[in-house]
């Protein structure tokens, strides 16, 4: 498995900063090697949109239009595309290991495979050695995604002000296709390398394990949480007996789709895609929302209070497919805990880049906390 964490560096005038990636030297290598991958005498131009600073907690995400001539003597043919870029072990990465080919892999069977629609992938560079790190390009699709900063709940954004019909439809319309990836036939076969190499009997016992060493990758740089190692213990103590290992997206979150008209039009971030029970992603969807919503329920504000309910995503998910979910109780734990291990990671890096002082107590920088906490009280863990 390609682990960037791992690999050498790369050359310092390529390594990715977080925020001054330089945008000509990033224009120059692009050009350079679309020439390799287009056709000859494509002769293709890039154009770098909005400066390269990340705009995302565990990869980037860069746009760029290419303009290349197809044929000799025909019109110039004009792609706007985004690059993933793998993140670069130089900066805290999230994950342990990051498999951009599984990631590009799983987007374009997911493209052939069902009528999610995903953006188109084109090429992929798996080396390094163009940008320092992996990455491919996909096609830009338009469209707006509800805001995680300030999280949407806050107000002052398209999904909050839009009508309760408007937001009814995009959770409808989200759940649907949440279904339809669950719904392609025989996942462990026709895209089972996203299945985790950890050890476990089932395929939601593998997930489990895969958590449990991202939480002992995580402590070294930021130290341990008794809340976490408190919800591991009680997870592995009531494991769900369930066998089912459907495809599910991972990052199942509002926050990950791009919507047009309150309909998804783009299904973004791959990158914890897995095969496992379909909880694993309706509860990932709700929980998501309860995190946002809890924050604004603190600081008394609104919120969405009546938007992502469990019941109405549990009705709608069993009305489409006919299947009946378990109770989601212990996969809003698991979820709880792989939030609070990316708050981990977040916290290192921003302790590592100067940003924060390292904290007395860890937990504080986990938003879902009290989340969690109220949940673990619930199960008496
Ligand atoms: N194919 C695409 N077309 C248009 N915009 C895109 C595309 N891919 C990504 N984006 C934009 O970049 C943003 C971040 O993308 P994405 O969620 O895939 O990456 P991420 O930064 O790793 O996510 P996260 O913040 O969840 O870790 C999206 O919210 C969207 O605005
Ligand atoms: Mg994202």
Known sequence: MDNPTTAAPPPADLRLQ??????????????????????????????????????GMSSETVPLDVTWTADPGEATQVGRYVARVAPDAQDVPVFPTYDLQHQYDAIRLVGELTDVPVPTVHWIEPTGDVLGAPFFLMDRVDGVVPPDVLPYTFGDNWLFDAAAEQQARLQRRTVETI????????????IGFLAPEHPGATALARNLARTRAWYDFAVPDIGRSPMVERALAWLEAHLPDTEESVLCWGDARIGNVLYQDFEPVGVLDWEMATLGPPELDVSWLVFAHQVFQSITDMLELPG???????????????????????????????????WSIVFMRTGARQVRFGEIEPPEDLETLMHNKPLLEKLLEEVHA
């Not at 109770?327 to 805990?337: K, Q």
């Open 18 to 55: 977080r925020s001054s990636r330089d945008t000509a030297t990033v224009t120059a290598r692009l050009t350079t090697w679309l020439a390799t991958v287009l056709p000859p005498g494509a002769d293709p131009s890039v154009v770098v949109h909005g400066g390269v600073d990340a705009n």
């Open 179 to 190: 279904a339809a990836l669950h719904a392609v036939p025989d996942a462990e076969r026709t």
């Open 304 to 338: 969405m209070p009546d938007f992502l309910v469990e019941a109405d995503v549990r009705a709608t998910y069993e009305g489409v497919t006919g299947v009946v979910l378990g109770d989601l109780t212990w996969y809003h734990v698991y979820n709880g805990v792989q």
